[in-house]
């Protein structure tokens, strides 16, 4: 058996918890609008172009400097990415190299420069808790699936050339 008022009242109670829901609902939408980083793809474009420009101008002025001092082209290009990467780490550890890395996005982060940074960084954060657990542990975190990708990677095309070598297709 029903009261007569007992329909009105559960309507009127569902009727308050859709509002309420609707309240969250648009409550949590304004929060997420407030939260996203709003990105501007070309001002992110011309950063990233700009800050991989300075990179490799810095690295051809390296290059540049080692072929007029006499060394040959190849030897030239190892102490290109050997000083590149050292200036990386340095840039790192100083704690400038991420904030070049925020401004300039992929132009800072794919470059050898990026890749020495990937590295460089887990190993200076985690080097207080030891060199085995701490150093050791960490230091391929970024750039461990990198290298791991990147060494199979070459593995299967080796492997596809050798058989391309063996059926005489290459």
Known sequence: ???AGADSNTESLEGE??????????AYENYVKRKTPVHNLPANMTKAFITGG??????????NYCE???LDKDISGGWTSMILILLSVILTALNVYPRIAKWGGAGALVPITGFANSVAAPAIE???????????????TIAGPVILYGVFTSWVLGFLYWIGKIAGLL
């Open 54 to 63: 300075i990179i490799c101008v810095i690295g051809q002025s390296i290059l």
């Open 126 to 140: 985690f080097q207080k808790e030891g060199q085995v657990m701490g150093i050791g542990c960490k230091i391929f």
């Open 17 to 26: 918890g859709r509002v309420d829901r609707k309240k969250q609902q648009e």
């Open 1 to 3: 058996m029903r009261l």
């Open 68 to 70: 007029k001092i006499g």
